[in-house]
């Protein structure tokens, strides 16, 4: 399973953006996929998890009411639609997948910088 994130720049506080996550060889309905970010000189966390047929959503409470993970109808694509976006929020962001994902991701992508100034 390769994964591809894009999306990311540059955008002011209180703007939006939307990441995608691209599968290939792979559809995304057979797999747990999850958004993380890392944000410089901090550790990777998690934003958000969608299950495998969407039914199941999962958020950080810190993107919570903001951020939204979806799939798209292509079966090999995954989003995340992030509003009123913050300073804190500037990080790469990662798209990974795992057919259970009961303890880690198997499946990373290459990850997408989001900046977001004040």
């Known amino acids: 399973v390769q994964l591809q994130a894009s999306g990311g720049g540059l955008v002011q506080a209180g703007g939006s953006l939307r990441l995608s996550c691209a599968a290939s060889?792979?559809?995304?309905?057979?797999?747990?996929v999850a958004w993380f970010r890392q944000a410089p000189g901090k550790e990777r966390e998690f934003v958000a998890q969608i299950s495998k047929f969407g039914t199941n959503l999962l958020y950080a409470a810190s993107v919570k009411g903001r951020f939204t993970i979806s799939k798209g109808n292509a079966e090999n694509m995954v989003f995340l639609q992030m509003n009123s976006l913050k300073p804190e929020d500037t990080a790469v962001y990662y798209c990974?997948?795992?057919?259970?994902?009961?303890?880690?991701?198997?499946?990373w992508g290459q990850g997408t910088l989001v900046t977001v100034s004040s």
């Open positions: 060889k792979t559809r995304l309905n057979t797999y747990v």
């Open positions: 990974a997948a795992d057919p259970t994902a009961t303890t880690t991701y198997k499946y």
